[in-house]
C-alpha cells in the first residue's frame, strides 16, 4: 500500500486536488498534525499549481521550533473529485 501512496504523490500536482479539498501535514517524529487546503499552499508565493505532492512534503518540515523533523502529506476530503 506504500508503494502506492508514494505513487500517487509523485504523480499529483496540487492542481488536480480539490481546491477547497484539505491536505493533513503529520510530522513524522513528534506527530504534530494541521490542516490545509491546496489553494492555501498556491496562495504561498514560492509553491505553484504543478508541484506534486512528495517535492511539497520536501519542502516542508514540522512547525515546532524544537523539531523540525520531516512531514507527511495525505490529501482527504473530497478526494472523489480527483481529476488524476
Not at 44 to 60: P, S, T
Not at 67 to 79: D, K, L, N, Q
Request: aromatic share 6%.
Amino acid at each position: 500500500m506504500q508503494g502506492l501512496a508514494m505513487t500517487f504523490k509523485c504523480d499529483t500536482p496540487l492542481s488536480d486536488l480539490p481546491e477547497s479539498g484539505r491536505i493533513q501535514i503529520r510530522c513524522t517524529k513528534c506527530g504534530l498534525m494541521r490542516q490545509t487546503t491546496p489553494r492555501d499552499l498556491m496562495r504561498v508565493g514560492r509553491f505553484n499549481a504543478n508541484i506534486k505532492l512528495d517535492q511539497l512534503e520536501r519542502a516542508f518540515e514540522c512547525d515546532r521550533q524544537v523539531c523540525r523533523s520531516p512531514v507527511t502529506f495525505t490529501p482527504f476530503g473530497a478526494i472523489g473529485t480527483l481529476t488524476a
